[in-house]
Structures are given as C-alpha cells and as structure tokens.
C-alpha cells in the first residue's frame, strides 16, 4: 500500500500537555550544569532486543560498566546471573543492582527472591499505563491499572521488607509508568501519587524512584520534557522522589529527548552503551555524556578508551557501529570534503599558538575551539591521524596537511597549489581515496625526495668551501641541513657529483652563496641554465638545526616554474625543481653538455671527495667519506 496523501487519517497526533492558562514552560530557559545519575540497562532492556541474548559470562564482561543487570523471571539464566553476582561477591559496596519485574505477583516474588543478600537492590516494577495499553494489552479501566499497580507495589513492599529484617539488604523503589510519554499526564501523577502513598517511605535519604519511560517515541522531544516538566510540578513529596528518564528512539531523537527532559526535571537516566535496545535502540549513554563532557560539564564516567569500549560492546551485543555513529563511529573524527579540510587545518595551526602562549604565559585556559570538531578526539581515544583524509573532493589544504603530519613539511602556498593537482587527478583516475602511503609516496616521487635517483639530476655528493670568511649569521653544518650561508655575502665554493639520466657528473662553480654556486656549477659544467624564483627555508620542528629549503625555478625566458624541496643548503631543493622542469614535455628541455669543460673540475672534485674537508671560516670540520656520504645518502630531503 502506498502512503498516504493524508495520513491524518490513520495516525493520530500527540495530545497537548495540559499546563495551566499562562504557564511558562520552565525548561526551555534551563542549561543542565551536573550529570545526572546513570543507569546501564545493557544486561536488561540491550539484552531482552538481542538475537541472541548473552550468555552469563557475556555479561559479566560488560558488567563492569553496568547496573540493570537482569530480568530475574525471564528464566533461570537470569535468575542465576543475579545470584552469582551476589554470592560471588561480584557487585563494588557503592553498586547497587536493579532487576526489573512485570507486575505480576509470582513473576515479583521469584525476582525479589533472586535479590537475597544483596546490598543495595533496586526493584523496577513496571506496567503500561497509557490508553492502548490498558485497552488493548490488559483491557482494564483507569482504576483497574491502579489497582493492579497497588497490589504489585504492596508485594514488593512485604517481599523486600522480610529480605531486608533477613540479610539487612537495602532496597529502593523504582516504579516505571511503561509507556508514560503516551499517558494522559494528569493520570500518570495520580497513578504515581497513589505508589507514593502505598510505599509510605519516601524520604530524601531514601527515595522513590519512578521511571518515566518513553517506551516508544512518538512525538517530539519537546513534548516528553513537557510531560516530564508537568510530573515534576505535580507529584506529590517531589524532594523524596527521583525522576528517572527512559526513551527510546524510535523517532531518532533519543537523545534530544533526554537532553530536554533532563532540563524539565529528570534526575536519572537509563540507557544502553552505543544506543543498544528494543526496535530503534534505548537512548545512547556514550553520546550523552560525551555532549554533556564537549559543554564543559564532567558525566562522571571515563570513555578515555572509547575505541576499546566500542570493541567491548560491539562483540557482547554481536553488533557493529555505524561509521557515521556520534563519537564511536569509524568516520566522525575525519574531514574529506576540500573546504573542512582547511579550516581543519587552520583550526589546528591557530589552536597550537594559542595553547603555546598559555603555556608560556600562564594565562587563560587551554579551549578546544576546532571547526568542524566538537570534542578533541585525543580525550577519548582516538588520534589525530585520521583528521583529514584526502580523495577528490578534498582541495590542497588537505594534502598539505598529510605531507606536514608525515613528514614535518610546511608547504608554501604554491606548492601546495601544485601538488594538489598530482592527488586530484590520482584521485579522480582511481575514483577512490588516496591514502597517506600513497599521497607520501605521490609526493616523493614528484620532488624526487629519495636517496636513489628518481629524476633525470640526482646530486650524488657535494663539497662546500667557503672560499671568504663566513659572516657572523651562517653556519655550515657537516650533514648540509642546516641554513644556508646568507646568499650573497659569502663566496662560496660547490663542488660535487650529479647524476645525469645515470651517468655521474662531477660539477664545480663559484657564487655568492651555496645556491649561486650550484647554479654556476650547472651552467659550466651542465649548461644548464636555471632561475630561482621564490625561496622559504623551513626549520623542523623538534630540531633547530635541521632545515629544509622550497624554491621555484625556471628556465630564463619561460614564464613556467617548477617547485623543489630538500635540504643541504637547499641543493637538493634546486635538483627537485629542475626534475620538476626537465622531466616535464610542457617545458623546452634545456641543452644539456654531459662533458666536463673544466677539466680541473674533475681532478678537485676527486680530492675532495677523497677527504671531505669542510671549512667552516676558521674552523675545520673533518667527516670521513663513508660518514658523509651516509649523510647526505640518509637525508632523502
Ligand atoms: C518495555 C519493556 O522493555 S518491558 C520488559 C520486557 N522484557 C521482557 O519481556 C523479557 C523477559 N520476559 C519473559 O521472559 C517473559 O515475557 C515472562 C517470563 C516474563 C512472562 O512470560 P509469559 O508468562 O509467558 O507471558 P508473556 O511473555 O506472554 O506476557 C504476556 C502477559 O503478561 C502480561 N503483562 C505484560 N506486561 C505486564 C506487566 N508489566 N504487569 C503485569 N502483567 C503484564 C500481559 O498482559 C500478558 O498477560 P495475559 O497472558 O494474561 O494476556
Ligand atoms: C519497562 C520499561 C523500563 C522499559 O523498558 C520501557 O518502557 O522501555
């Protein structure tokens, strides 16, 4: 049958709240500020909704983490687990255990008699009250289902005071009104008024609970905080009574729900861990502490090792998390789309100033304020590592901030520009993401970062000597990754080996500087004639010492650049760009000579290369050969 073009006809809208004339609804200006009290219903309400409801042992793996532990008439499984936990001295002294009884006098008495000993128990008692409950299920008046509601509490009243004159056991009441948010509301406080004065001991040291179930939801959240909000003003001896809140979710607004209802009053909550339960699931526990944990309040409970607790679960319950699934899920904690990327990015860039001047100042507080990110994953588990993963909707922001996580490189803007488009079109071509592996691998292969050849130039080895004092601001370290000598200032001396389409050139030039030498070096003895554009040195973080060059080089006359990156001195930089230009047909391949014209060239570069001697304005710094070829061989940048 199709749907409906009028379903008004077949289902029926959920009743006003009866609020007098003028009421001012309480809750919409509320904020919740402490947790409320949390009460794991896994081994119950998770339980009853599994295929295969677990075992004993199942359960007291998740005991841990859980109250509600039985439904101690369902058969003796159940009652059996109850016992165990007692008899071996399984519950922690500020635990108390709840089991939940039909209210049926035989069904009472074998659930109370399965508490024997215990502690601290708490009897659920429940029965559906609203219309189609007491019409369809028990076909009984309004009086009829206080009646029966009477009897069931008066048993459990007698059953619980024999245990306790016995064992000493304390026990609390939590009544559930099963189907309350379907109830008319001025019924369910009479039904719970009359329990109230049945029990007869509601105290503030010693409360009645009542549990005010959304057994099914059915209208929107702001309809259950009303009805919430109309019990809390209505019943009776409200300082003696705790509110317990129990929704489902079959709207898909669980947690909403519970959220609102907590601000019209609620003081408990049951639920499942990751939202197990009867149909849609009961309400999520983790997601609601977690929202409350991302507003600053503290839930009093610890998922430090969500992804540990997720797996703990997942395999009690014989169920997966969606990866899509609030906090737990595989995918929430990762940004593909180009425009989250970078404010991902950015967001992280700006946060580690902001936290690094409140720890050298000591002012103000360390805030999480990420876009896109509402809690810091790291709090509950997870890494950074999956923040951002890249595939064609993804723009350079994201690819950059793969290259910087992996290998500490903090491309400029045009870099970025351009490699963005080597893992947009890998991207698009596979039509699937590109993984760190490959995006890395993408990377090194474009800028022929790596100790053996990849390009057409690979600089085998070099020899730098200063040929004028070094000025008070240069340094030249032995492995090359230091900053190179101001340009300009410094005669500078380039002496090396360069692989050319695999045939070993040695290469000598002079400049004002490392990179003026090099590029002299390439012209005479390559004539290879090179331009460099834009130059950023960048120090890696954690070492001072250790830098790294990006430049753009042309051919004179093409408007067209390449970027380089690499370390020692930025040659290896130059060697990355020129790759970039020669190994591209989009570019005139410059006229390359692969014979020496300087004949003493090669004679100097074997005497160099034979004790690799840096001269470093009056101090001499001797590397052996095999360590400095280890060196420079080992920094693929
Ligand atoms: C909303 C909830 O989650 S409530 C918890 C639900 N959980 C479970 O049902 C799991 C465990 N249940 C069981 O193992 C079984 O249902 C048992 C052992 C408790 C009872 O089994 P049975 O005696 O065969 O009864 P059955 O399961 O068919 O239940 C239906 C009967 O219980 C009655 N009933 C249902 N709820 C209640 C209640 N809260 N109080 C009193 N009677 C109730 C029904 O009216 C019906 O009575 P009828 O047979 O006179 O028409
Ligand atoms: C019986 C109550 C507690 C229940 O599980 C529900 O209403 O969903």
Request: a neutral charge; charged letters at 20%; proline letters at 10%.
């Given at each position: 049958m199709p749907m409906l073009s009028d379903p008004s006809l077949k289902y029926l809208t959920y009743p006003s709240v009866p609020?007098?004339?003028g009421y001012i609804r309480q809750?919409?200006?509320?904020?919740?500020t402490t947790s409320p009290i949390w009460l794991s219903t896994d081994l119950r309400d998770g339980n009853q909704a599994l295929v295969n409801p677990m075992s004993n042992a199942t359960k007291l793996e998740l005991f841990s983490l859980?109250?509600?532990?039985?439904?101690?008439?369902?058969?003796d499984n159940e009652f059996q687990f109850v016992r165990d936990l007692i008899e071996n001295n399984e519950?922690?002294?500020?635990v108390a255990i709840q089991i939940i009884t039909p209210a049926r006098p035989e069904l009472i008495t074998k659930s109370i008699a399965s508490?024997?000993?215990?502690?601290h128990g708490i009897i659920h008692l429940y029965n559906a009250v609203s219309p189609v409950f007491r019409e369809?299920?028990?076909?009984?008046t309004k009086e009829q289902t206080i009646d029966l509601t009477i009897n069931a509490v008066k048993l459990v009243k007698k059953l619980t005071e024999e245990e306790t004159a016995r064992s000493g056991a304390r026990f609390t009441l939590n009544y559930c009104l099963e189907t309350f948010s379907q109830t008319e509301p001025e019924f369910a406080v009479e039904l719970g008024n009359r329990v109230l004065m049945e029990w007869?001991?509601?105290?503030?040291?010693d409360k009645v609970y009542f549990?005010?179930?959304?057994?099914?939801?059915?209208?929107?959240?702001n309809h259950y905080a009303d009805m919430v909000e109309y019990f809390n003003n209505n019943i009776n001896q409200r300082s003696s009574v705790l509110l317990s809140i129990h929704p489902h979710n079959d709207r898909g607004t669980g947690v909403a729900a519970t959220e609102l209802a907590l601000l019209a009053g609620g003081d408990r909550v049951e639920g499942c861990l990751l939202g197990n339960g009867e149909r849609t699931g009961n309400v999520d526990l983790i997601t609601l502490a977690l929202n409350l944990y991302s507003q600053?309040?503290?839930?009093?409970?610890?998922?430090?090792?969500l992804p540990e607790i997720v797996q703990v679960v997942c395999r009690c319950n014989e169920s997966a998390v969606p990866v899509?699934?609030?906090?737990?899920?595989?995918?929430?904690?990762?940004?593909?789309a180009g425009t989250h990327q970078d404010a991902i990015k950015k967001g992280l860039d700006s946060q580690a100033a902001r936290w690094e001047k409140v720890d050298r100042t000591g002012e103000g507080i360390k805030y999480w304020a990420m876009p896109y990110i509402p809690i810091d994953p790291k709090d509950i588990g997870?890494?950074?590592?999956?923040l951002i993963r890249v595939s064609s909707q993804s723009g350079k922001a994201g690819t950059a901030y793969v290259i910087k996580q992996t290998l500490q490189l903090d491309l400029p803007r045009r870099m970025q520009v351009s490699f963005y488009g080597v893992v947009q079109s890998e991207c698009e071509n596979s039509g699937k993401e590109m993984s760190t592996a490959l995006i890395i691998n993408a990377f090194k292969q474009k800028y022929c970062?790596?100790?053996?050849?990849?390009?057409?130039?690979?600089?085998q080895s070099l020899n730098i000597t200063p040929l004028s004092p070094l000025s008070e601001s240069s340094s030249l370290e032995s492995d090359g990754t230091?900053?190179?000598?101001?340009?300009?200032?410094n005669l500078i001396r380039f002496e090396g080996h360069i692989s050319v389409d695999g045939r070993i050139r040695k290469v000598m030039g002079d400049g004002k500087g490392v990179l003026s030498a090099l590029l002299d070096a390439l012209r005479s003895d390559l004539e290879l004639e090179i331009n460099i554009g834009e130059i950023v040195y960048q120090h890696l973080e954690g070492d001072s010492t250790k830098a790294v060059t990006y430049l753009e080089v042309s051919i004179p006359g093409s408007p067209a650049s390449k970027s380089g990156v690499g370390s020692v001195w930025g040659c290896r930089a130059i060697i990355s760009g020129i790759n970039g230009l020669v190994g591209?047909?989009?570019?005139?391949r410059p006229k390359m000579v692969f014979?020496?014209?300087?004949?003493q060239s090669a004679q100097r570069s074997e005497a160099w290369l034979r004790d690799f001697t840096f001269r470093a304005g009056h101090s001499v710094l001797q590397t052996p050969e095999h360590e400095r070829s280890e060196l420079i061989a080992a920094s693929p940048i």
């Open positions: 609020f007098s004339d809750w919409p200006n509320k904020r919740t859980e109250i509600e532990v039985a439904y101690p008439a369902a058969g519950i922690p002294d500020d508490m024997a000993g215990v502690k369809v299920v028990f076909r009984n007869g001991k509601a105290s503030l040291e549990n005010l179930a959304a057994t099914v939801e059915c209208a929107p959240s600053g309040v503290s839930p009093g409970l610890d998922f430090s090792n899509r699934y609030p906090y737990a899920g595989t995918l929430v904690f990762s940004a593909f997870y890494g950074y590592e999956n970062l790596s100790s053996k050849p990849i390009g057409r130039l690979h600089l230091s900053t190179p000598p101001e340009q300009g200032t591209d047909r989009r570019f005139p014979t020496p014209r300087r004949d």
